[in-house]
C-alpha cells in the first residue's frame, strides 16, 4: 500500500500525485469491480485539478472488467446518489475528497443503492486491492461508458414532494451561496430558479481553486458574513468542495456553527421523522432539537457509511452529524446540501422568522473542534495510553474515547481521513471546555 | 520456455485485451511518455477496435499524471496523427492500434515531435523512465482538449499536391476497402474530394474487421469482385490503422502489395520529379529496375518507417516506402500513407489514359515468398548462422539479419524484434526459382 494513502470504509484518500495518483485509482477501480463482478456503476467527480485525471484512470479500468459506467462527469455525490435510486446500478463510484483540503482527492465507493460502502464490503475491496487480483475480461466482454446528463429536474420534483415550494416561493428570499467553486457551482442557477431566489453567489467557478478550505463552518463564513450584511440578504450558506455538507449564516451575517445544520433539519422535518441516527461525537444541541420534536436519537461511529448503514438497520427516517451533514431515507442514500438547504428555507418561511430568532432557543453550548497533530505511527500508543488513563470514567469506546463528565464530554480519536487526532469537547461553560483542552494536551506530551 | 503475449519494445506497447494489456499498464506507459517527453501537448487517436475506449481513456489518465496535456482526435488513421503532431508542431502522439493484428490485440505506438515514429535511441530511454518508473506526476494536471476534424490537416496536404484538375477531370470510379478501420470516417468523401466516383466496401465501423486487416491478395476476395462488378478502374485495400496500401486492378486481380509501391516510385520518377529512392531491405528487386531505368538512387536501410522516414530525410529523398504496401512522400509527410499512394496511383492512372494492369504489365515480374516460422531469438541467430555458410558464394548483408543477393533470386532473413518469429523473404524472376530456394532455405532452418 502506497504510503501517505488512508484508507476508510467506503474509499481511500491521499494527497495527490504521492499517495493517491491515476496508478493506485486505477488498481483501487479494478479491486472494486472485480468485487462487483458485474452490472453498471455510476460516476462522478467533483471540481478538483485531479479529478478529471483520476477519473479517466477509474473509467478505464471499470469497463477493463467487464462493467459499464455511467459517466455524470463532474456532479455533486448526492445527485449521483439519487439518481442511483432512480436505476438500476450495481455500484458507485465518485471521485472527491469532499472537506478535505487540496492537494488531497479521494475515490469513493458506494452500494448499488448510493449508500456508501459498509466495512465489511470495503475491507473485501481491500483484499483483492492488496491480492492484485483483478478480473480483467477479453476485449468481447470489455463493459462502455455512457455519458449522462443528471436529470435536476427529477431532483426537484422529489424535493417539492418535502417542502412548500409556493409558500418559499412566494417569499422570494434573497440569498448568499458559497459553494467554495466546487461542483454545485453549475446547479445553483436552477435550485434558485425554482424556489424564486435572488441568488448572490461568491465563490462559484468550478475552474478556479478553492477560496477557503472547503469545509463548511464558521470559521469559513467571514465573505457570507460581510456579503449578507451588506446585501440585507435573508440567508447565507457554505457548501463543501461535493455538495454533501453545508453550514449557514443568519440574517443578521452571523456563520452559524455547523453542529446547527442537523438541528435545524430536525425542526424543519418536525412530526415526520420518529427515529434518527447521529454519531458519538455530535452537539447536544441534536438532542435538544430531536426531544423538542419528540425524535428518538441513535448514535453510532463517525462516518457517511456508519450513519447511513444504521438508518437502513434501525429504519430511521434520518442521520446527520455535526459535521453539517444531513440525509433523509426517504429521498436519498447518503447527505445531501442543497436537500438541507431545501429543508432550512422551508423552516424560514414556515416560521417567517430569519435564523437569529429559530436558533435563539438553542442551548448555549461551547463546542472545540480540535486537530492535534501526531506522526501515523505513534497514534495508535497515545490512544493506548489514554484508554488507560480514562479507564474508570467508564468510558465509551464507540468512536475512539468518549468521556462524559458534568456539564462537559470529550471525544478523542484518529481521523480517518487525516493524519491527525480529533478532539471534540462540548460543555456548558468554556472554562469548562478549555480545562479539558489542557487536560488533554497534557497528557499527549508526555 | 513460456513467452508472454505482451510485447514491451522500442515500437511501443503491444497485448491481448484482458490478458496481458491491463488498465494499470497502459497508464503506466503513458505515465513513462508523458514523463519522457515532459509536457507540452500529445495527441491521442484510435482505430476502430472495441477496445480502443479502454485503452483511451487509461492513456489519458496516464499523460495527465504527469503533466502533458491530451488532444482527443478520436478515430483517426495513423499517418493522419502524425501528420497533425508535425504540422500542429506538437511534442508527441499515441496512437491507441494493433494494426493488422487480430481484433483481441490492441497496442500503443509512440510518435515523437516531429511525426515520426521514436528512434531506436529514444524508445530505449522511454523504456527506461517505464521500468524504473521514473514518472513526473504532477500535483495538477493539464485538461484534455478535443479536436474536431482532425483528417482535414492531412485531406489539404495531399489536395495541395495532387493535381487535382487532372482528378476531376478523369473521373474514375473506385471501390476502396478500408476493412471498418480507422480510415472508414473519412475515405470516401476523400476520393470523392479526388473527383472519383466511389464504392464502399467494409466502410461499416462495426468493431469487429469484417476481414483480416493485412492487405494481401487472399484477404481482397470482397474487393475484387465488387470491382469487377461494378466495372471499376480500380480497387483499393488499407490495413486497420491506414498506412497501408493495396490495389486490385480494373479485372479484379489484386496487383500485390509489393506493386502498389513499384507503381507508385514509378510515377513519381517518371510523372513528377527525378529523387534518390529509399526502400528497405525486404522490398521487392523490382524498385532497382524502376530507379536504375530513370537513373536514379535507390537507397535500402533496415525494416521499420522510422528508419526508411530518416534515411529519406538525410539525403533528400522525395519517395521510399515498404515492399508490404507502405508507400512514403515526402511532399505529404516522411510516413506509410494509404491516402498519399491512393491519390498518386489515381493521377497516374488519369495522366496515363492506361489501364491499372497496363501499367503493371509494363514493370519486370518477380515472384514472392513471404513466410514466418516460429523460433525463439537464440533459435534466430542459429538460423542466420547456418544460412550465412551455406549461401556463402552469394552477396551477403548483415545489417538487419541477413540478405543474400544472387543475380536471378534474393532472399532476406530476419528475426523479428517483437515476436519470437523469423521472417523469410525470397524473390526470384520465376516463381519455381524462388520456390525451390524457400524449400532449400526451411531445410536448412531445420535443426
Redesign the interface.
Known amino acids: 500500500m502506497q504510503e501517505g494513502l488512508r484508507i476508510s470504509v467506503s474509499g481511500i484518500r491521499g494527497e ?3 499517495a493517491l ?3 493506485v ?3 483501487f477501480s ?1 479491486a472494486f469491480s472485480s468485487y462487483l463482478e458485474e452490472g453498471r456503476i455510476g460516476v462522478c467527480r467533483d471540481s478538483r ?2 479529478s ?6 477509474v ?3 471499470v ?2 472488467s467487464g462493467l459499464d459506467c455511467v459517466d455524470f462527469g463532474m456532479l455533486p455525490i448526492p445527485f449521483l446518489q439519487f439518481f442511483m435510486r432512480e436505476e438500476a446500478f450495481t455500484g458507485g463510484i465518485a471521485v472527491t475528497a469532499g472537506h478535505n483540503p487540496l ?1 488531497w482527492n479521494a475515490v469513493v465507493l458506494l452500494d448499488g443503492g448510493g449508500h456508501y460502502l459498509e466495512a465489511s464490503e470495503g475491507s473485501e475491496v481491500f483484499n483483492i486491492y492488496e491480492a492484485g487480483d ?1 478480473n ?7 463493459g ?2 455512457k455519458k449522462k446528463t443528471f436529470p435536476i429536474e427529477h431532483y426537484l420534483k422529489e424535493i417539492s414532494k418535502l417542502v412548500n415550494v409556493e409558500r418559499i416561493k412566494r417569499a422570494g428570499f434573497k440569498v448568499v451561496a458559497d459553494p467554495c467553486n466546487g461542483v454545485v457551482s453549475s446547479f445553483l442557477g436552477a435550485f434558485g430558479d425554482f424556489f424564486n431566489l435572488e441568488l448572490i453567489s461568491i465563490n462559484d467557478d468550478p475552474e478556479k481553486p478553492f477560496p477557503h478550505p472547503p469545509e463548511p463552518s464558521f470559521e469559513n463564513a467571514s465573505q457570507v458574513e460581510a456579503v449578507v450584511k451588506s446585501t440585507g440578504a435573508d440567508l447565507g450558506f457554505l457548501l463543501n468542495s461535493d455538495g454533501s455538507r453545508i453550514s449557514f449564516v443568519s440574517e443578521k451575517g452571523n456563520g452559524l456553527s455547523e453542529e446547527c445544520t442537523f438541528p435545524l433539519c430536525l425542526l424543519s422535518l418536525k412530526d415526520r421523522i420518529k427515529k434518527a441516527v447521529s454519531t458519538v461525537v455530535t452537539s447536544g444541541l441534536a438532542d435538544w432539537a430531536a426531544e423538542q420534536c419528540g425524535v428518538k436519537i441513535l448514535r453510532t461511529k463517525v462516518g457517511q457509511s456508519a450513519v447511513v448503514h444504521m438508518m437502513e438497520a434501525e429504519g430511521a427516517g434520518a442521520g446527520g452529524e455535526g459535521s453539517g451533514s444531513f440525509a433523509l431515507s426517504s429521498f436519498s442514500s447518503g447527505y445531501d446540501a442543497l436537500l438541507t438547504l431545501s429543508l432550512v428555507l422551508d423552516l424560514i418561511s414556515g416560521e417567517e422568522k430569519g435564523l437569529s430568532e429559530i436558533i435563539s432557543p438553542f442551548p448555549k453550548l461551547y463546542m472545540r473542534k480540535l486537530k492535534i497533530e501526531v506522526p501515523p505511527e505513534r497514534t495508535y500508543k497515545v490512544m493506548d495510553k489514554l484508554e488507560d488513563v480514562y479507564s474508570k470514567e467508564n468510558p465509551n469506546f464507540m468512536d475512539g474515547i468518549r468521556i462524559d463528565r458534568k456539564g462537559v464530554w470529550f471525544n478523542i480519536r484518529p481521523s480517518a481521513t487525516e493524519f491527525l487526532l480529533r478532539l471534540f469537547i462540548e460543555g456548558e461553560k468554556e472554562e469548562l471546555v478549555e480545562s479539558i483542552e489542557e487536560e488533554i494536551r497534557g497528557r499527549i506530551e508526555l | 520456455m513460456r513467452i508472454s503475449d505482451l510485447k514491451i519494445s522500442i515500437s511501443g506497447i503491444r497485448g ?4 496481458s494489456l ?3 499498464l ?3 506507459f503513458s ?1 513513462a511518455f508523458s514523463s519522457y517527453i515532459g509536457g507540452g501537448k500529445i495527441a491521442v487517436a484510435t482505430d476502430t ?3 480502443a ?6 492513456v ?3 499523460i ?2 504527469c503533466g502533458a496535456s491530451p488532444l482527443d482526435l478520436g478515430i483517426l488513421p495513423i499517418p493522419s496523427l502524425q501528420i497533425y503532431t508535425k504540422e500542429k508542431e506538437l511534442e508527441g502522439a499515441i496512437s491507441i492500434t494493433a494494426s493488422h493484428n487480430p ?2 490485440w ?1 497496442a500503443l505506438k509512440l510518435i515523437r515531435k516531429g511525426g515520426l515514429f521514436l528512434f531506436p535511441y529514444e524508445a530505449e530511454e522511454l523504456l527506461d523512465f517505464y521500468y524504473q518508473g521514473k514518472f513526473r ?5 493539464e ?2 482538449e478535443k479536436v474536431v476534424e482532425p483528417f482535414a490537416l492531412h485531406e489539404e496536404k495531399i489536395l495541395q499536391f495532387i493535381d487535382i484538375n487532372l482528378l476531376r477531370r478523369n473521373r474514375l470510379k473506385v471501390v476502396i476497402d478500408p476493412c471498418g478501420g480507422a480510415a472508414s470516417p473519412y475515405v470516401k468523401r476523400f476520393l470523392e474530394r479526388l473527383g472519383a466516383e466511389v464504392i464502399c466496401v467494409n466502410c461499416e465501423l462495426s468493431g469487429e474487421f469484417p476481414r483480416n486487416p493485412e492487405p494481401v491478395p487472399e484477404n481482397l476476395l470482397h474487393l475484387c469482385e465488387a470491382v469487377k462488378k461494378y466495372g471499376a478502374d480500380v480497387g483499393f485495400a488499407q490495413d486497420a490503422d491506414a498506412d497501408r496500401l493495396a490495389a486490385v486492378d480494373e479485372r479484379g486481380n489484386p496487383i500485390g502489395e509489393e506493386y502498389t509501391l513499384a507503381l507508385a516510385v514509378d510515377y513519381y520518377l517518371t510523372g513528377k520529379e527525378k529523387t534518390p529512392v529509399v526502400v528497405n531491405l525486404s522490398t521487392s528487386k523490382v524498385l532497382e529496375d524502376i530507379t536504375q531505368k530513370a537513373g536514379v538512387k535507390l537507397v535500402r536501410t533496415k525494416v521499420g518507417e522510422v528508419n526508411v522516414a530518416r534515411k529519406m530525410a538525410d539525403i533528400g529523398a522525395k519517395i521510399g516506402g515498404e515492399g508490404n504496401g507502405g508507400i512514403i512522400v515526402s511532399d505529404v509527410h516522411t510516413c506509410r500513407d494509404s491516402f498519399t499512394g491512393m491519390a498518386l496511383l489515381m493521377e497516374y492512372l488519369a495522366r496515363s489514359g492506361k489501364k491499372l494492369s497496363e501499367l503493371k504489365e509494363k514493370l519486370p515480374s518477380y515472384f514472392m515468398v513471404k513466410e514466418k516460422i516460429k523460433a525463439s531469438f537464440r533459435e534466430g541467430k542459429r538460423i542466420l548462422n547456418k544460412l550465412s555458410h551455406e549461401f556463402s558464394d552469394g552477396n551477403i548483408q548483415v545489417t538487419d539479419g541477413l540478405r543474400v543477393d544472387y543475380h536471378d533470386f534474393w532472399f532476406h532473413v530476419r528475426p523479428s524484434n517483437t515476436e519470437p518469429v523469423v521472417r523469410i523473404i525470397v524473390e526470384g524472376r520465376e516463381a519455381e526459382l524462388a520456390k525451390e530456394v524457400f524449400r532449400k532455405i526451411m531445410a536448412g532452418v531445420a535443426p
Not at chain 2, 506526476?137 to 494536471?141: A, C, I, Y
Open positions: 495527490v500525485p504521492d495518483n491515476v496508478e485509482a486505477s488498481k479494478s485539478y485531479s478529471h485525471m483520476l477519473e479517466m484512470a473509467l478505464s479500468s469497463i477493463a492537494p483483478f480483467n475480461v477479453p476485449w468481447k466482454k470489455l462502455g461508458v | 491481448i485485451v484482458g490478458k491491463t488498465p494499470q497502459i497508464i503506466k505515465e477496435r472495441p477496445s475506449e479502454m485503452v483511451k481513456y487509461a489519458f489518465s496516464g495527465l499524471s481484433v483481441e490492441n506526476r504532477v500535483q495538477k494536471p485538461r484534455i
